[in-house]
Nanobody, 119 residues
Framework: QVQLVESGGGLVQPGGSLRLSCAAS????????MGWYRQAPGKERELVAQINRSGAVSDYADSVKGRFTISRDNVKNTVYLQMNSLKFEDTAVYYCRGQDSWDPRFVYWGQGTPVTVSS
């Protein structure tokens, strides 16, 4: 069955770094655009970064540009989010999302991994 399993979240001090991973299975990964979203307590889920099927095109929320980098490995069926210079306001649950580039009706979500930025 379809699975998106995030890992790599945790507690980090301001200015620190974390690398999130999202391992995909049960669907044809290379056909899917992938994204990372986050949801902070009391706030709506928001897009953080997304990447196209090949990995050649990506874009970012203004709040993370220059600090976060999304990448993917189409052999390992994994998408990554490298997060540097973390700020208190980056605290959230981070979710992986996949959307079929050929049929956008097919959208899958992971369960999320929490990131807490605290001193």
């Amino acid at each position: 069955q379809v699975q998106l399993v995030e890992s790599g979240g945790g507690l980090v001090q301001p200015g620190g770094s974390l690398r999130l991973s999202c391992a995909a299975s049960g669907f044809t990964f290379i056909n899917y655009a992938m994204g990372w979203y986050r949801q902070a307590p009391g706030k709506e889920r928001e897009l953080v970064a997304q990447i196209n099927r090949s990995g050649a095109v990506s874009d970012y929320a203004d709040s993370v540009k220059g600090r976060f980098t999304i990448s993917r490995d189409n052999v390992k069926n994994t998408v990554y989010l490298q997060m540097n210079s973390l700020k208190f306001e980056d605290t959230a649950v981070y979710y992986c999302r996949g959307q079929d580039s050929w049929d956008p009706r097919f959208v899958y979500w992971g369960q999320g991994t929490p990131v807490t930025v605290s001193s």
